[in-house]
């Protein structure tokens, strides 16, 4: 690699940081925090001051798991290891359980230990900076190994960085975006694993003395990088992640292995040197987990108690699935409204009005439900699989990075598109819950845990940005005089396709967007149709309150998707023209501008950004219960279905409680709480609060150490004394508690 061809890399590898930064900065540059505290205030005793902190709703009620569980995970640890104690036992909830060994605190994965050198308020915006910067850069990596030009392997990263997967996990769920970005990368050291071998035994049958056959073998450091990925995976702390990826490793790695047959398969496979990838990478993975063992030993030991240990059938699994019409959020991020979202534009007055919730109403809640990958890469992809079914693709020469070992083929470009494309759609035949995830559910160990058909959505977005940057290469290799001189009936070659997919892209979005005009200035005509709509879509009339609020908040997402028809036809047509910055084709400036616009549009504003001031507020309950002297805990009386001092809350100020919000319940502890009465909120990850007045007098509950009951009801028990009342809520004292 040249000195020039080394800054371009470099230069790149920073340009990675625009996206997050432009969506991050307020929580990271700016003043805010990317922790939910307003969303504390739902529930009292927060609730009753809502009004002193101008706070009406939340900003996205959405990410209550955010302030609830991650940063009360993040808090205790960080307290913890400043405190000079290693965090393995969490006594503050369930009674006590495990803490180091479940994981999903994330604090053994390096990125993490951000959290112990910033504060938290500003720990969580520059963490997800980091791994939506390292989801982008890795995929880049992989772009490169797979042979794409500079830019090519650009707009694959932009793409999986600002999948609408990666970007709303990040959003909620750190340890999902930690666990994703990986995955570029542990396919990237497959692949020339598997590409070191072909030069192995490809070598001795040419008889070819070529620098690339005597270059030195490097399969050591592919699978030693690996294996550290791997481990690095691993302590991200999402075994589900970890599962997707290890299984889309071995598919990857098993195609990539039989696709270098160069004999007839029976004597390719009793060939002697024939396993020896397979071995390298089983070395790799089993390094890997060895790297990952300190969390992951632990964590499947925690897991063979965890409560969720029950099997779930086919049909419940397939249940959690996309519906149908999810697929819109595929070419329009937000059709489906989003729980930020909480006004909308008037599409008549230009007002902005105001909704009295959120403009949600997807079957789907928007996290699960996030597919977004731009306009732009689906043309890109349909370029790639057009190349390949036209058979005119072949490559374009001088244009390999440096890491690569052998020169891809006109063969593996073709095997690779093929690949891509078919996981694709497998994983769009999972996502959407069809017939085909049985081959999941009863094809693979530990199916009845995994209950996410939606999730393959992250290993999709990997696929689609690999073909987004394969037709990026189409655009590149194709030579403008070729496109000048040949004048052949559409859709004859890959110039006749390029096009059309302009014109369609362009002027599509300009009829999109004059339709919309037209059908708003003829309103009355189209009316009958809106308010059709309107009542027909299921959960629609619970977000908007008329079928005219319904028409301008989609009006504004028919409109975006219409400029972006129109940006990518620009794309597309500029490709074509002989325009030039410092000898660099414009248009792939634009492509990337066009598209990191795009999935800014599509992403600003759904992570909260609050002032971090909210956390100094501490509610008068709180106080109260922390001068009360003596060890106790504390649980919640709510018959009617409210959350006093949530669960979760009283983690936040180190107060023990017998309820508890994770995914991760010892199965003792809710067989003990199932005695006192039945528990109704497993399925949401809850300890729930007493809801049964007779279970209040359970002598169960005076052995667990319950002192004071919260609750907004006036209890008249002999057993229980009132304590304190403020906030709207009542404590109770149970004098009959008995001492630990």
Request: hydrophobic share 50%.
């Amino acid at each position: 690699m040249g000195r020039k061809s080394f800054l371009s890399h470099i230069l790149i590898i920073f340009g990675f940081l625009l996206l997050p930064l432009l969506l991050y900065g307020p929580v990271t540059l700016g003043s805010k925090t990317m922790l939910p505290v307003d969303n504390l205030f739902q529930w009292e005793p927060w609730a009753s001051q809502a009004a002193n902190y101008g706070i009406d709703q939340p900003q996205n009620p959405l990410l209550t798991d955010l302030i609830i569980e991650n940063y009360a995970w993040k808090r205790f640890a960080v307290n913890e290891i400043r405190n000079g104690r290693i965090p393995l036992w969490n006594p503050d909830l369930f009674a006590g359980m495990p803490f180091l060994a479940t994981g999903q605190h994330s604090m053994l994965y390096p990125f993490s230990w951000l959290f112990l050198f910033l504060p938290l308020t500003k720990a969580y915006g520059w963490y997800a900076v980091s791994q939506v910067w390292l989801a982008g850069v890795l995929a880049f990596v992989f772009g490169r190994v797979l042979g794409m030009r500079r830019a090519s392997a650009v707009i694959a990263g932009l793409v999986y960085q600002g999948s609408g997967f990666l970007l709303a996990s990040t959003a909620v769920f750190p340890m999902i975006s930690g666990a994703a970005a990986w995955l570029p990368l542990l396919l990237a050291c497959i692949e020339l694993v598997i590409r070191d071998w072909r030069l192995e035994i490809e070598a001795p049958i040419s008889n070819l003395q070529s620098p690339i056959s005597n270059r030195p073998r490097l399969t050591v450091l592919w699978v030693a990088v690996g294996s550290i990925a791997l481990g690095l995976q691993i302590l991200a702390g999402h075994i589900e992640i970890t599962y997707y990826t290890l299984l889309v490793m071995g598919i990857y790695a098993l195609w990539r292995w039989l696709a270098s047959v160069k004999r007839p398969l029976s004597s390719f496979i009793l060939h002697p040197s024939s396993l020896k990838p397979l071995g390298w990478l089983l070395g790799m993975v089993l390094v890997g987990l060895m790297l990952g063992g300190i969390q992951f030993v632990p964590f499947f030991e925690v897991g063979q108690a965890n409560f969720r240990s029950g099997e779930t059938t086919l049909a419940q699994v397939r249940s959690y699935a996309f519906p149908a019409r999810r697929a819109l959020a595929f070419v329009m991020p937000n059709f489906f409204g989003s729980p930020a979202m909480q006004s909308y534009t008037d599409a008549f007055t230009g007002k902005t009005v105001a909704l009295p919730g959120t403009s949600e109403w997807g079957i789907k809640n928007y996290v699960e439900g996030g597919a977004y990958l731009g306009i732009l890469p689906l043309f890109l992809v349909l370029l790639s699989l057009f190349s390949v079914i036209s058979n005119q693709w072949s490559v374009a020469s001088g244009q390999l990075p440096a890491t690569s070992n052998q020169q891809p083929t006109t063969n593996d470009r073709r095997a690779q598109t093929g690949f891509f494309a078919a996981m694709s759609v497998l994983s769009l035949a999972f996502i959407f819950g069809t017939p085909l995830y049985a081959l999941i559910y009863y094809g693979l160990p530990f199916a009845d845990q995994i209950r996410t058909p939606f999730r393959w959505v992250f290993p999709l977005s990997l696929f689609t940005a690999v073909l987004a940057g394969f037709g990026m290469d189409v655009l590149q290799r194709l030579e403008i005089r070729d496109w000048r001189l040949r004048r052949q009936p559409p859709i004859s070659n890959l110039q006749s396709l390029i096009s059309l997919l302009a014109g369609l892209a362009f002027w599509g979005g300009l009829l999109l967007i004059a339709g919309l005009f037209a059908s708003r200035a003829a309103y009355a005509s189209v009316e009958p149709l809106v308010e059709r709509l309107f009542h027909g879509l299921a959960l629609a009339d619970l977000a908007f309150p008329d079928a005219r609020a319904f028409y301008s908040f989609e009006f504004r997402q028919l409109f975006i998707l219409g400029l972006m028809l129109v940006a990518t036809g620009t794309v597309l047509r500029v490709s074509r023209c002989p325009i030039y910055v410092r000898g660099i084709p414009i248009w792939l400036f634009m492509a990337a501008a066009a598209l990191m616009l795009d999935l800014f549009v599509a992403n600003v504003g759904f992570n909260t950004a609050v002032d971090p001031a909210l956390l100094d507020y501490k509610p008068d309950l709180v106080q109260w219960l922390e001068q009360q002297p003596g060890e106790w805990r504390i649980t919640s009386f709510a018959p009617h279905g409210d959350k006093p001092f949530n669960a979760n809350s009283g983690w936040l100020y180190d107060l023990q409680d017998i309820r508890g919000y994770d995914s991760i319940i010892p199965r003792q502890f809710v067989d003990y709480m199932s005695a006192i009465e039945p528990q109704n909120e497993l399925q949401y990850n809850r300890i729930q609060p007493i809801v049964n007045w007779e279970s209040l007098n359970s002598p169960l509950l005076d052995v667990l150490n319950v002192k004071y009951i919260i609750t907004s009801e006036t209890i008249d028990l002999p057993k229980l004394q009132l304590a304190w009342q403020g906030d709207g809520l009542r404590v109770y004292e149970n004098l009959a508690v008995a001492p630990r």
